[in-house]
């Protein structure tokens, strides 16, 4: 977009943005593979836009039961808990069994695994069921752990069934996410605003229907960075002025640039870009300097109106408006973004960075 063009733009974006649809539908047999999502913290499972988990968040009752061999949380999840695994029973009729071997199974009779050590298991109410195998020792099944908030509930430890209620505690384990009716399980890594999403474990009449990676951007870290730039960038150059003055316009309109739940498809097949109301886009940009990241375009321009690194310490950058030879291409300093889905972000020790950035690949380009 030229300069000319970038000066009418905050005049005309109410305009434009009347003008677009809210959600970009999908195309039939065609998953979305990006969803937008508030920033909350933690993410709620219903805002990966991959159904409630198996859970009518109508019958939710508030608070976690004790029954005789387990409990039965909030959204109505019965957990069960036997020396030879734990089984959950979701509203919806769906089962899964995480046996002690560390294997994952589906009633139908699909699996995955094994997880040596254990998981996490993160249901659609707002539970976490931390399942954690011992090594080495004849009774596998060592701590069950259900924590609802900042409270931990332990219907089965040291090997035993308990009854025990104390303070949650942090989880350096592997952590899936019970979504669809509570079987299609997906591994979760945060890299900054985005969480990537990896289909581990589906039933099989359920495949076609259910996307294998999925992409869910948190839109308020980056809104507030695309706010904040014109307090960074205070050079009186026109160029630059105007370039962080247009970023703050949308910045302002971002409820319906970016609308929470909105499932955006791509603009090109072959091309990680996909489609933003109004005529803007975003792309995910996996080589070049600092990738990956994730890019704000006006329309079909080749030049990116923002861009956010996600590795290391996630930040925002203005491209230069300047066009002279030699010029770099971010002008100034980066932003340093909100800190945001902590319980989600990338491990070292688990090697998920790595992990994470492996689905990114897999994307059909």
């Avoid at 808990?81 to 959950?88: A, D, M, R, Y």
């Avoid at 993160?122 to 080495?136: C, F, H, K």
Wanted: charged residues 20%.
């Amino acid at each position: 977009m030229g300069t000319t063009a970038l000066r009418f733009l905050p005049l005309l974006l109410p305009q434009l943005l009347a003008q677009q649809p809210a959600v970009t539908p999908a195309l039939p047999g065609l998953h979305p593979e990006v969803v937008l999502a508030d920033d909350l913290d933690p993410v709620p499972l219903r805002a990966y836009g991959l159904g409630a988990g198996g859970i009518d968040e109508k019958s939710v009752r508030g608070r976690l039961q004790w029954t005789t061999d387990g409990c039965t949380t909030a959204g109505g999840v019965r957990i069960e808990c036997q020396p030879v695994g734990v089984k959950l029973t979701f509203p919806s009729g769906c089962e899964l069994l995480f046996a002690t071997d560390g294997v994952l199974h589906l009633r139908s009779g699909e699996k995955v695994g094994p997880f040596p050590f254990g998981a996490e298991l993160r249901l659609g109410d707002g539970t976490n069921v931390r399942v954690l195998l011992a090594q080495g020792q004849r009774d596998r099944l060592r701590e069950v752990a259900v924590v609802d908030g900042e409270t931990c509930a332990w219907p089965w430890q040291r090997g035993k069934a308990a009854r025990d209620i104390d303070n949650a505690k942090a989880w350096g384990g592997v952590r899936l996410c019970c979504c669809g009716e509570g079987g299609d399980v997906y591994r979760a890594v945060a890299l900054g605003p985005l969480i990537v999403l990896d289909r581990l474990l589906v039933a099989a009449d359920r495949e076609a229907t259910t996307p294998r990676e999925r992409l869910v951007v948190l839109t308020a870290a980056l809104v507030k960075t695309m706010s904040l730039l014109r307090k960074q960038h205070t050079a009186p150059d026109p160029d630059l002025r105007q370039a962080v003055g247009t970023v703050a316009a949308i910045a302002g309109r971002a409820d319906v640039v970016f609308p929470a739940g909105a499932s955006l498809l791509r603009a090109e097949r072959h091309q990680l870009r996909w489609v933003l109301r109004a005529g803007y886009e975003l792309e995910l940009s996996l080589t070049g300097q600092n990738a990956p990241r994730l890019a704000f375009y006006s329309g079909r321009s080749l030049r990116p109106m923002v861009e956010w690194t996600l590795l290391g310490t996630p930040s925002a950058f203005l491209p230069n408006p300047s066009a002279e030879p030699g010029a770099s291409h971010w002008h100034g300093n980066g932003m340093r973004l909100p800190r945001i889905a902590q319980d989600l972000q990338a491990r070292a020790e688990l090697f998920e960075q790595g992990y994470a950035l492996e689905v990114l690949k897999r994307l059909p380009k």
